[in-house]
């Protein structure tokens, strides 16, 4: 099975991360900050990686740190777990609707880390939870992921269906990626050899 545990230590966060790419998108997620945990969850259940986080990190400034080092932590997990990426399909792709919003995602494990993020939250927070953090958290990924990860907000009034369209999107498109392609299954899925 295709898995990493990275487990990450500063003066601000300390985060275990535990994925399984060949999952079924089983998820146990404790961070410590509500909204984020349901949008982990639902990155867990539409990309069938199995997902075990556990974050303790200095919510009482606020929840910045603990949401952009669980998501190095995942890039991290996720680059370990991907390894040469022989067999992989590489490339996925999303249209996703929740209600109101329409989010739109493509992503390439290219090794490479870009990120294109046209999703403009119309409100400052969900909850208690600050909408920009949701752009921090897949900034981190894919740094640490090496994704070239690009999300477009189409459609949406609400920034809690927008959020949660955005995981689910980047969920299914990430599924599609890590997929063994069973017409290559042995093959680096790149011209040059590597990724």
């Not at 998820?27 to 069938?48: I, K, P």
Request: charged residues 25%; aromatic residues 6%.
């Amino acid at each position: 099975m295709r898995s990493a545990t990275i487990s990450r230590k500063t003066a601000e966060t300390e985060i275990s991360a535990t994925i399984a790419l060949d999952g079924t998108g089983a998820y146990d997620n404790q961070t410590g900050v509500g909204f984020f945990d349901h949008m982990l969850d639902q990155l867990s259940r539409h990309s069938l990686i199995d997902m075990t986080v556990r974050c303790t990190g200095d919510t009482h400034i606020d929840d910045h740190h603990s949401v952009e080092d669980v998501g190095i932590a995942l890039g991290q997990a996720l680059a370990e777990a991907l390894g040469d990426k022989r067999g992989i399909r590489r490339y996925g792709e999303c249209h996703l609707a929740m209600d109101d919003a329409q989010v739109r995602t493509a992503l390439d494990l290219s090794g490479r880390p870009y990120l294109v993020w046209n999703v403009d939250m119309p409100t400052a927070k969900i909850g208690t939870f600050d909408t920009e953090l949701v752009r921090e958290f897949f900034q981190a990924l894919s740094t640490h992921g090496g994704v070239t990860l690009h999300v477009d907000r189409l459609h949406g009034f609400n920034s809690h269906h927008i959020a949660e369209a955005a995981f689910k999107s980047v969920a299914r498109a990430l599924r599609m990626a890590v997929e063994p392609d069973p017409r290559k299954s042995d093959a680096i899925p790149s011209t040059k050899g590597s990724l």
